[in-house]
């Protein structure tokens, strides 16, 4: 904490402790005669203090968890930023890029997933202190794979699974585009080896035991074909207390095609 000090008057007494006090805290000084300066020199002082602030200067943003969203962009090209919204990352969040400022890392990119849909969060102003990026030849790069991330996966995909919570445990259910045979094999690490048997056209399912909330890595077989895929279990029941919750049906987050 800085402390700023300020004598009003023409006299000299406690120049000296004032002046000491502002020093030690890094602070500024001020010996005034007029008291209608106060105002001024306040304001002044204060966007001496917001111009010094971390997030006020220009800083080189660091890459943390990149992933799909950043392959292939260097860190060392990411355009520096300033004045950018000083933030916490909420729980779950994962901090793609962040900057230093002093003792903080700020998060310049968090992403997390709620239920199905999943979110990024970008605090820069691209026509202030991120006014560098838009002209940054990895922009368009950048937007286009954070899109394709928070988008759903292979819209026109072949095979669709989708998971929904009930009492006796997690149903899962197949859809096929096409017409095949089965039955499906689902391997699921909490639930072992599950024969998906059809139950309507271009349709297959199979109930297991409760799978925990959020998204789960399984493998897809079927006709000697493997294939891995993710099947998002959502966190709230779909037997819960409505009559539109107990028929809502819950999609994966991933399609994929054979």
């Given at each position: 904490?800085t ?9 000299t ?10 020093a030690?805290t ?22 001496h ?26 860190e ?12 916490r ?25 709620y239920?199905?849909?999943r ?9 202030a ?18 899109t ?12 669709h ?8 445990g ?10 095949g045979?089965?039955?499906f ?8 080896e ?16 409760a799978?925990a ?8 077989a079927?006709g ?16 819960g207390?409505?009559c ?6 819950w999609h ?7």
């Open positions: 904490m402390v700023t000090t300020i004598r009003i008057g023409d006299d007494v406690n120049l000296d402790l004032l002046n000491k006090i502002s030690a890094g602070g500024a000084f001020h010996h005034v005669a007029d008291v209608q300066a106060l105002p001024q020199l306040m304001i002044s002082d204060l966007q203090l917001m111009d010094a602030a971390a997030n006020r200067r220009e800083a080189a943003p660091r890459l943390a968890a990149g992933g799909a969203i950043l392959a292939g962009i260097a060392d090209e990411l355009p520096k930023v300033s004045r950018w919204a000083i933030t990352p909420k729980p779950g969040a994962e901090v793609r890029l962040w900057v230093e400022a002093g003792e903080r890392q700020d998060p310049l990119l968090a992403t997390w997933q239920e199905l849909g979110t990024a969060a970008l605090p820069i102003d691209f026509q202190g991120g006014a560098a990026w838009p002209t940054w030849r990895g922009f368009a790069k950048l937007w286009s794979q954070l394709m991330w928070a988008a759903p996966h292979g819209l026109a995909a072949d095979r699974l989708e998971a929904r919570r009930l009492r006796e997690t149903w899962l259910r197949l859809e096929t585009v096409a017409d045979a089965g039955p094999h689902l391997r699921v690490p909490e639930a072992g599950v024969v998906l048997r059809p139950t309507g056209r271009r349709t297959f399912s199979a109930l297991v035991p799978l909330p959020g998204v789960h890595a399984v493998a897809l079927a000697g074909h493997e294939e891995p895929v993710e099947v998002v279990v959502p966190a709230r029941s779909a037997s207390g409505s539109a919750r107990r028929h809502r049906t994966c987050s991933r399609r994929w095609r054979s």
